[in-house]
């Protein structure tokens, strides 16, 4: 049995050592036959680099490594072409002056490499960078290939901070800009990343880049299809549940064939095939939690987002649309897409049970302001009665929830009159007990707010708010029981229009109709 690839990003360690390959050469022919100059978009762990370094070994006449690969016996092995990598992994770069630094230090030791100079004494990035180019090109007699590797880490490690972020953006651009000047000395340039800033941002010196993110022939190009599981890591897989490996890991969509997280399956194997949060757990997404949260992203609709391709294609530093970072970063994938009056309409989803179920705990606990050492008490506080359909139990763990919601995140804004927040709240601790939410359930009667189903009950809900009317207070000081109050507008809504008709008759443990109505002067559901 072979030896897992867990962490490894280097092609020759992979082949020399025997481990599980994916042969992905097939797509190298592709682009290195066709084309010249090549973008790939992937969430982090994606395999990118590994590939980056595939087409290195393979630009440098690596034959050994290749045979019995699909590139073997296509491939010229006499020519061997100069390659520059600039890799902006490493370490977090806050200065403009800091990324210069790290430039000039990546194109030294590429220029050392491949045995030739660059005078800095009378040169500036980009003029170093042009004399390595032809410089390489003169030593060998060949075109050079430029492979660059998390090319826009720079930016991202400062995306919370625009100006700065955009300081190191003009860095990078000073670099990339050199490129179009040298095109008749490149032979192919190969950018990764995992967001693709606009061509007017980033490229504008390199605009003939051809976008691999969203090309068909190139969906499986990173990750791992159902068919490389079951022959590659058959045995290694052997007697696993294969619906719920998928349920867990699978359904990254990239208008092809859909693929798994190469970092989930090789840990899940590794753990002894324990289903748990691998891949999300490696990266915080706190930027883009606290992005949704200023932007009053309503969470519900992360199970239904349509977008159009310019949305998915870039985004610009000074104007962040959160559902292109959450598609880029792999919190969002494409499900399928429609043709409307000429353009591309793209319908997104979650692409599995632990990027949902992770992202919602991490959603839970920046909605409502709680640490996530508290998170596990009101996770069970809601989950005894929703699956066990005790109604009133769960009333009673909501506005227990939204009491334990610190002050301070309402200050300065107006979140507790707003019906978005409280059904965003419900869908994120909903979705974290892996409960199956509907968001915005159509009927033909309208839409109800949510429908939240679990161990077979269902839970059809309304969600309104009153505005500064104050809780619904009892004699004995406790608020009074939803079923109490005669002005529940939220469940009069449902049962006049008939939302929970369609689930009557259906096999089930019970069917519920909650008319949750949340007063924003006691910031509570009354």
């Known amino acids: 049995m072979k030896k897992l690839p867990i962490g490894l990003q280097t092609f020759r360690e992979i082949i020399e050592e025997g481990y599980v390959y994916i042969d992905k050469t097939a797509h190298a022919w592709a682009m290195a036959s066709t084309g010249k100059y090549y973008f790939l978009s992937r969430p982090r762990r994606f395999g990118k680099s590994l590939f980056l370094d595939t087409l290195n070994e393979l630009f440098n006449a690596s034959e050994a490594l290749f045979r019995g690969l699909f590139i073997h016996e296509r491939w010229d092995w006499s020519q061997r072409h100069p390659v520059i990598r600039l890799d902006f992994a490493g370490g977090v770069l806050t200065s403009r002056a800091g990324l210069d630094r790290r430039i000039e230090r990546l194109l030294s030791e590429n220029a050392a490499r491949l045995g030739v100079t660059c005078d800095w004494s009378h040169n500036d990035i980009p003029g170093c960078f042009g004399d390595l180019i032809r410089a390489a090109e003169a030593a060998t007699g060949q075109r050079v290939v430029i492979l660059v590797d998390e090319y826009d880490k720079p930016i991202l490690d400062n995306i919370a901070e625009p100006e700065r972020a955009a300081e190191l953006r003009e860095g990078l651009k000073n670099l990339y800009s050199t490129l179009k000047a040298q095109d008749a000395h490149i032979r192919l340039v190969f950018m990764t990343g995992v967001t693709k800033f606009s061509k007017v941002s980033l490229f504008s010196g390199i605009n003939q880049l051809e976008d691999l993110t969203l090309d068909a ?153 709680h640490y996530p050492s508290e998170r596990l008490g009101w996770q069970q506080s809601l989950y005894g009665p929703l699956s066990s359909g005790d109604v009133d139990g769960l009333i009673a763990a909501i506005q227990r929830l939204f009491a334990g919601v610190p002050w301070r995140n309402f200050t300065g804004n107006d979140l507790a009159d707003t019906e978005g927040y409280y059904a965003s709240v419900l869908y994120a601790f909903f979705a974290s007990l892996n409960a199956e939410v509907i968001p915005e359930d159509i009927t033909n009667q309208g839409q109800v707010d949510l429908t939240v189903k679990l161990a077979g009950f269902i839970y059809v809900m309304e969600i309104k708010v009153r505005r500064g009317a104050g809780d619904a207070a009892r004699p004995d000081g406790k608020t009074a029981p939803v079923a109490d109050q005669p002005d529940n507008a939220a469940l009069a809504q449902i049962r006049a229009r008939g939302y929970s008709d369609k689930y009557r008759g259906l096999p089930k443990q019970g069917l519920f109709e909650l008319g949750l109505v949340f007063d924003s002067a006691a910031r509570n559901l009354v």
């Open 217 to 369: 022939r190139f969906a499986t190009v990173c990750g791992y299809t159902q068919a490389d599981l079951e022959t590659s890591f058959g045995e290694h897989l052997s007697g696993v549940d294969w619906d719920r490996l998928r349920q867990w890991y699978n359904g990254y969509g990239f208008l092809g064939e859909p693929v798994y997280n190469p970092f989930d399956i090789l840990l899940f194997i590794r753990k002894g095939q324990a289903f748990r949060n691998y891949w999300f757990e490696t990266g915080s997404p706190s930027f883009l939690i606290e992005l949704l949260r200023c932007r009053r992203m309503f969470l519900p609709k992360l199970e239904g987002i349509e977008a159009s391709e310019e949305i998915l294609d870039s985004f610009d530093i000074e104007r962040i649309d959160p559902v292109t970072l959450l598609f880029q970063a792999g919190y969002l994938t494409i499900d399928h897409i429609t043709e409307q009056f000429g353009q591309w309409s793209f319908a997104l989803r979650i692409p599995n049970q632990e990027v949902r179920q992770a992202l919602a705990n991490h959603l839970a606990d920046g909605y409502t302001g």
